[in-house]
């Protein structure tokens, strides 16, 4: 199974008092359906592997389908990979602008570590 399909069980898998339902996307706009039966959207995620130059491509396109007052508190950027030691900087970079330009957090998760990490905040200096 991919990342985004085990992200999303382990979410659904979470103990909550509220319901949660996820549903993925490759890219927006969403198909059109009807506006009546497109599902309401409290959070987008948009995950990027940075190995991947035509993921982050795939993100930035997308963007322009969200109005920009959508963003605050309604989106954030999950990047794996970040690790790997042949992610051009600068792929990096481009994605830490682009969530700072919509004001969004930035997260970081690493797909092929078998044990748990220690979360550590991102030293901007």
Not at 31 to 60: A, C, T
Request: glycine letters at 4%.
């Amino acid at each position: 199974m991919e990342l985004q399909g085990r992200l999303a069980e382990a979410i659904l898998l979470q103990d909550k008092d509220f319901n949660t339902n996820v549903r993925m996307a490759r890219s927006l706009p969403l198909p059109v359906q009807g506006e009546g039966s497109r599902p309401r959207i409290d959070l987008l995620v948009f995950i990027v592997n940075l190995r991947r130059e035509s993921s982050l491509s795939s993100v930035e396109s997308s963007l322009r389908h969200v109005d920009q007052g959508y963003c605050l508190g309604k989106l954030c950027f999950l990047a794996t990979e970040a690790r790997c030691g042949s992610v051009p900087p600068e792929r990096l970079a481009s994605l830490r602008k682009l969530a700072a330009a919509h004001c969004c957090p930035l997260l970081f998760m690493e797909s092929q570590v078998s044990v748990s990490l220690k979360c550590t905040p991102w030293d901007d200096q």
